[in-house]
């Protein structure tokens, strides 16, 4: 079993940046996929981004590019979402997810190709 617990979000104004955590603990961090998804009210739970094991490949959301950056500290046993230039779209819940599957092609975006799930932190951006 994996426990995923996310920290770093709050309030920030448009422009701003926040950097999101998760720490994994429980089995080993070894091996697993990481990734970074957000749900609005109303919305469904929406891809943001992906790092693999052990780091050398990294997947953004479009609507994130440029913007975002996942990586991760495997010392750590740690994911960090790196946030700049946030908008007002982009208020969420944001969610930790971890995943020892084979992950091939499009399922790195399909929440079902991830086991582990942490509680999720909320973000806000104010306009």
């Known amino acids: 079993q994996v426990q995923l617990i996310e920290s770093g979000g709050g309030l920030v104004q448009a422009g701003g940046s926040l950097r999101l955590s998760c720490a994994a603990s429980?089995?080993?961090?070894?091996?697993?996929?990481m990734a970074w998804f957000r749900q609005s009210p109303g919305n469904e739970r929406e891809f943001v981004a992906a790092i693999s094991w052990p780091g050398r490949t990294t997947y953004h959301a479009d609507s994130v590019k440029g913007r975002f950056t996942v990586s991760r500290d495997n010392a750590k046993n740690t994911v960090y979402l790196q946030m700049n230039s946030l908008k007002p779209e982009d208020t969420a819940v944001y969610y930790c997810?971890?995943?020892?599957?084979?992950?091939?092609?499009?399922?790195?975006?399909?929440?079902?190709?991830?086991?582990?799930w942490g509680q999720g932190t909320q973000v806000t951006v104010s306009s």
């Open positions: 429980g089995r080993s961090f070894s091996l697993f996929a």
């Open positions: 997810a971890a995943s020892r599957r084979g992950m091939t092609g499009s399922s790195w975006y399909d929440r079902p190709s991830y086991e582990y």
